[in-house]
T-cell receptor, first 111, second 114 residues
Framework: ELKVEQNPLFLSMQEGKNYTIYCNYS?????LYWYRQDPGKSLESLFV?????AVKQEGRLMASLDTKARLSTLHITAAVHDLSATYFC???????????FGTGTKLQVIP | NAGVTQTPKFQVLKTGQSMTLQCAQDMNHEYMSWYRQDPGMGLRLIHY???????DQGEVPNGYNVSRSTTEDFPLRLLSAAPSQTSVYFC?????????????FGNGTRLTVT
């Protein structure tokens, strides 16, 4: 059974600071996703990572993937209040895209 | 471009009642799926479909039925609602064939079973 664990579950940080969210998964995967969810809203795709060593960046967010360690990270640079949201990693296996989600990391950026 | 459309947005049911949550996408996506989201548990896969006429069970399928008669529509049926099915339900779709295709989510249906 594929398990996906994120840490921390809650993160309160000041504006301007850097921090990293970690995503560990238990078995070999085809691909790793990061999503953002604002309170009461739907999920928005941030990144899709497909191969070992993959790195993608969008604004203040950068995601990386280490398939050997079964670890993905989401790095936040110089956080701003608008980044406050819940971030989910998700892992896909198999050709039919069965996707398993982590429990999410709730990020609060304090002005 | 509407993307993934879910109806209704909110629903209250009494225990034992049945209902159908609707999901439609206009992106010609092969793959569609239903998730439920509960506090502290992330999203859990209920059922998924890789194309019209093909469905399969996910992680938590009990109490739910699905069918996929067209590419566009993927309704989720609650057979006999229970309080444990109180949750937020999300429908998602993706291209399916390409491994780099993310899931596109609808806006969700918030269901309360009393």
């Amino acid at each position: 059974e594929l398990k996906v664990e994120q840490n921390p579950l809650f993160l309160s940080m000041q504006e301007g600071k850097n921090y990293t969210i970690y995503c560990n998964y238990s078995t070999t995967s085809d691909r790793l996703y990061w999503y953002r969810q604002d309170p009461g809203k739907s999920l928005e795709s941030l990144f899709v990572l497909l191969s070992n060593g993959a790195v993608k960046q969008e604004g203040r967010l950068m995601a990386s993937l280490d398939t050997k360690a079964r670890l993905s990270t989401l790095h936040i640079t110089a956080a701003v209040h608008d980044l406050s949201a819940t971030y989910f990693c998700a892992v896909g296996r198999g050709g039919y895209q069965k996707v398993t989600f982590g429990t999410g990391t709730k990020l609060q950026v304090i002005p | 471009n509407a993307g993934v459309t879910q109806t209704p947005k909110f629903q209250v049911l009494k225990t034992g009642q049945s209902m159908t949550l609707q999901c439609a996408q206009d992106m010609n996506h092969e793959y569609m799926s239903w998730y439920r989201q509960d506090p502290g548990m992330g999203l859990r896969l209920i059922h998924y479909s890789v194309g019209a006429g093909i469905t399969d069970q996910g992680e938590v399928p009990n109490g739910y039925n699905v069918s996929r008669s067209t590419t566009e529509d993927f309704p989720l049926r609650l057979l006999s609602a229970a309080p444990s099915q109180t949750s937020v339900y999300f429908c998602a779709s993706s291209l399916g064939a390409g491994v780099d295709s993310p899931l596109h989510f609808g806006n969700g249906t918030r269901l309360t079973v009393t």
